[in-house]
């Protein structure tokens, strides 16, 4: 069966008999992972190879594995790593893109032992005052150059590593004041104030992946938000430039109204190419596998092109990185 234009979760550490029964007639086009689902590398292993076995393909196994609060593998059996925003302000600028692009590189290795193939990451957000603290410590700064820089160097960390990115939020949450997971943000900036926002974006539009905003931005599209709106889609692609496939953020977030399905829906007739849903709630998941359809088309060359990206990681010495990495962080502290 081809694979529908989804990315679900599961409930917990272990694939449950149910749950690959599921997958196996909805056929997401890959999976995502949370805390709750991670307990030991082996477990871990275990679990994203059943997954994969649940669809019968090399399906992509997505996480948020930022670093600081953001970050789903921790100790004791995987590196703790400061807040981005923190990580960023004590390095000296010409430091600042070999250091995040060490860390990635070591992320990468990590998520790629545990079969992890995918993370969402670089955030693209440009830290601002009224930025909400949901987002604020994840991002690199708030110059857009010096974001666009950074998240470069991220994003060839983790392909280095063998392990795609994701660019978000699209087209930028910097100057949401609520957080999205449980409110619907507005954003009343004008378009030459947005431009600023979009300028990372641009800068790293010919990634092969990224992540919508639930954010609504009036002076774009006032009737909703960017995940379902066909005009904010429109300007991510033709604006902005983003070639690569264009995942939803989590689509059970209280930012959006309405059923699950309709949602669903609504984001992929906007123009999103596929939709994540992320809590693993088999009634919730069935709504959505329900609402859409195979991936086809435009969507389908998007997913197979990003897909192609997905490479063995280049050799490296692990030891040889992360002395590297913590010279570099020493040196800022001296």
């Not at 550490?13 to 082996?42: H, K, M, Q, Y």
């Not at 063998?162 to 939020?169: E, R």
């Not at 992540?211 to 909703?224: C, F, K, L, S």
Request: charge should be negative.
């Amino acid at each position: 069966m081809a694979a529908r234009a989804a990315i679900f979760g599961c409930a917990g550490p272990e694939l449950t008999p149910e749950e690959g029964r599921f997958f196996a007639e909805a056929a997401p086009w890959g999976f995502i992972l949370f805390a709750r689902n991670v307990e030991s590398p082996a477990q871990l292993r275990r679990l994203t190879d059943a997954l994969r076995d649940s669809v019968g393909r090399d399906a992509p196994v997505l996480v948020d594995q930022e670093g600081g609060r953001v970050a789903r593998l921790r100790p004791p059996h995987w590196r703790e790593w400061l807040p981005a925003l923190e990580e960023c302000a004590r390095l000296p600028a010409a430091r600042r893109g070999r250091a995040m692009h060490l860390r990635y590189r070591l992320i990468a290795g990590e998520l790629r032992a545990a079969g992890i193939d995918v993370d969402c990451a670089p955030v693209l957000d440009v830290a601002r005052a009224e930025t909400h603290a949901i987002i604020r410590n994840r991002c690199y700064g708030g110059d857009p150059g010096g974001v666009a820089a950074i998240g470069r160097a991220v994003a060839e960390g983790l392909l280095a590593g063998g392990v795609l990115p994701v660019i978000k939020h699209m087209p930028g949450q910097g100057r949401a004041p609520l957080d999205s997971h449980l409110e619907l943000p507005l954003v009343e900036a004008d378009r030459a104030a947005l431009a600023e926002d979009f300028a990372p974006f641009r800068a790293l539009a010919d990634l092969p992946m990224a992540m919508t905003a639930h954010v609504v931005y009036a002076a774009i599209d006032p009737g909703a938000p960017a995940t379902l709106s066909p005009v904010v889609v429109r300007l991510m692609r033709e604006e902005i430039g983003c070639g690569g496939l264009l995942m939803t953020d989590d689509i059970s977030m209280r930012a959006l109204s309405g059923g699950l399905g309709e949602r669903a829906a609504r984001a992929l007739a906007a123009g999103c190419d596929v939709v994540l849903h992320c809590n693993g709630d088999p009634a919730e998941m069935a709504a959505v596998a329900a609402a859409v359809p195979e991936l086809a088309g435009a969507a389908a060359a998007r997913a197979e092109a990003a897909l192609a990206r997905r490479a063995e990681a280049a050799g490296a010495d692990e030891a040889a990185l992360w002395a590297e990495f913590a010279a570099l962080r020493e040196g800022a502290d001296a």
